[in-house]
């Protein structure tokens, strides 16, 4: 039972913070979600030095996808962006094996390809159903590789 509660921290904590730092704080995606990370490696009495791997996201997610990313200035097409963008945010997990790298890169690239409105505002948040699902496969994606060995 416990496990599963870090499980849905981890997810969940890497929702919120892919959401609130794609509106507001860039700040808090790019940093928030690897520290995040290896934090939750750390509190699970689990960290090894593969978790700090995850600091490898931060570069990545500084690149970010959107129209004035430094990927679509290079290919000039969104579709392609997400696909190499979700690529590169599976990168880290290549230090956990090959399946865990494969389980990654397939997930996060149907996650970014996903396309899907707003759920409505709360405190001038919009809260995009896209970035629930990107970041909380993100999430998840970080608990497999802590808390399954």
């Known amino acids: 039972m416990f496990k599963l509660i870090k499980w849905l921290i981890t997810i969940a904590g890497s929702a919120i913070f892919g959401m609130w730092g794609g509106q507001k704080n860039k700040g808090v995606r790019r940093f928030g979600i690897p520290s995040f990370a290896v934090i939750m ?5 689990n960290l090894r030095w593969k978790h700090l791997s995850f600091l490898l996201l931060i570069p990545i997610l500084s690149m970010g996808y959107g129209v004035n990313s430094i990927l679509m200035s290079l290919l000039h ?8 963008y979700s690529l590169l945010l599976a990168l880290p997990f290549i230090f ?6 494969l389980i990654a890169s397939i997930s996060l690239g149907v996650a970014f390809a996903i396309r899907a409105g707003s759920l409505g505002q709360i405190w001038g948040y919009d809260i995009l159903i896209e970035d629930i699902v990107r970041y909380s496969v993100l999430g998840f994606n ?3 590789n802590i808390f399954v060995d």
Do not use: D, M, P, Y
Request: aromatic share 14%; charged share 20%.
């Open 77 to 84: 097409n969104e579709i392609l962006v997400r696909l190499v």
């Open 142 to 144: 970080i608990a497999l």
């Open 41 to 45: 490696a750390w509190l699970s009495g």
């Open 96 to 101: 956990f094996g090959i399946k865990r790298w």
